[in-house]
Nanobody
Framework: QVHLVESGGGLVQPGGSLRLSCAAS????????MGWYRQAPGKQRELVAV???????NYADSVKGRFTVSRDNAKNTVYLQMNSLKPEDTAVYYC???????????????WGQGTQVTVSS
């Protein structure tokens, strides 16, 4: 079993910054892509940013230039640095990881429990 534990959410004023972290633990042979999704009330979950094991990144257009995703492969941890936050960034942010437990099984997706980010004055 694999567990993803997120931290770093909270309340911040518009224009402020937050840094989210997500650590994967458990039965891990390798991790391919890791990333962040978010879901606002009444909306579908959407991709925010993703990073491959090689460091390639992809971002939603709405966060380009403001958010930065990074990872520490030695710690099985992914980060999301969020700057210039806007009220529309308010959502529950979920960590996602494509994890292979061992060479005998295919990689599968795992999700964190979610962390609330609220941008409000």
């Amino acid at each position: 079993q694999v567990h993803l534990v997120e931290s770093g959410g909270g309340l911040v004023q518009p224009g402020g910054s937050l840094r989210l972290s997500c650590a994967a633990s458990g039965s891990i042979f390798s991790i391919n892509a890791m990333g962040w999704y978010r879901q606002a009330p009444g909306k579908q979950r959407e991709l925010v940013a993703v990073i491959t094991s090689g460091g390639s990144t992809n971002y939603a257009d709405s966060v380009k230039g403001r958010f930065t995703v990074s990872r520490d492969n030695a710690k099985n941890t992914v980060y999301l640095q969020m700057n210039s936050l806007k009220p529309e960034d308010t959502a529950v942010y979920y960590c996602n990881a494509d994890v292979r437990a061992n060479l005998l099984v295919r990689p599968r997706d795992y999700w964190g429990q979610g962390t609330q980010v609220t941008v409000s004055s």
